[in-house]
């Protein structure tokens, strides 16, 4: 059951400027975290430059020092699947930029907006996505997003005005500027740009997707500039 005290969100943690630039990020599942830095390295070249980690991948805790002082400050590093405050804190402690969490559970959430930190809980309905931003949450996160839509966004502005929202699970390469243009911080996208990136694949070929996603905000964030001039004229 969720306990809905209300944090003091004056003092929200706002999106990194990295997330706000870029508005996509990439998350990775491996059979084993250290398989991660070539592929990161694959994303970064194609722009995509906000990373999860996610902890149902072994070695997390592990390599995630590693990667960060391997990348600097090139790119942030997040940590995701966090279900329990105890992983928040341990991840927040090695480094990890923001914390991403598939529900809205109220210790992992206090834990980041204590310190600081963007944190990014899940939820589907209004009710949970309305808690985990009353909690204080940078973002809240859809998930999974392919069962409502890009137009689920505008939905929840009508009672939520406010409230910034990152669709994930099920949102392919193709779906990013109808989720963008809708009025999504970011979207977070796994196996639609991951492809066969940890099999084997062509890393060339994940630098080339990335390029395509980066392209795509790009011309929905433009379009959208187009159409506010217009509006204001």
Not at 80 to 108: C, N
Not at 153 to 172: A, C, E, H, K
Not at 184 to 197: F, I, K, R
Request: hydrophobic share 40%; aromatic share 4%.
């Amino acid at each position: 059951m969720l306990r809905l005290e209300q944090q003091d969100t004056t003092s929200r943690p706002a999106p990194s400027v990295i997330l706000r630039d870029t508005r996509v990020v990439a998350v990775l599942r491996a059979s084993h975290a250290r398989e991660y830095a070539p592929v990161i390295e694959a994303l970064q070249q194609g722009g995509v430059l906000s990373i999860e980690l996610t902890l149902s991948t072994p070695g997390v805790f592990d390599e995630l020092p590693r990667l960060r002082e391997h990348f600097g400050d090139s790119l942030e590093i997040g940590v995701g699947t966090v279900t329990a405050a105890h992983e928040a804190e341990t991840a927040l402690d090695l480094g990890a930029a923001y914390i991403v969490t598939p529900v809205t559970d109220t210790d992992v959430i206090s834990t980041c907006v204590r310190r600081g930190v963007p944190v990014y809980p899940g939820g589907l309905t209004p009710t949970e996505l309305h808690a985990g931003w009353k909690l204080g949450a940078t973002a809240v996160k859809v998930f999974p997003a392919s069962v409502v839509g890009a137009g689920y966004v505008g939905q929840l502005r009508g009672p939520f005005p406010d409230i910034q929202v990152i669709p994930s699970g099920g949102v392919d390469i193709e779906d990013v500027p109808d989720w963008i243009s809708a009025g999504a911080l970011a979207v977070s996208l796994g196996g639609p740009l991951l492809g066969d990136a940890f099999k084997g694949g062509d890393l060339r070929e994940l630098t080339a997707r990335s390029r395509r996603v980066r392209e795509l905000v790009c011309q929905a964030t433009d379009q959208m500039r187009v159409e506010q001039m217009g509006a204001q004229r």
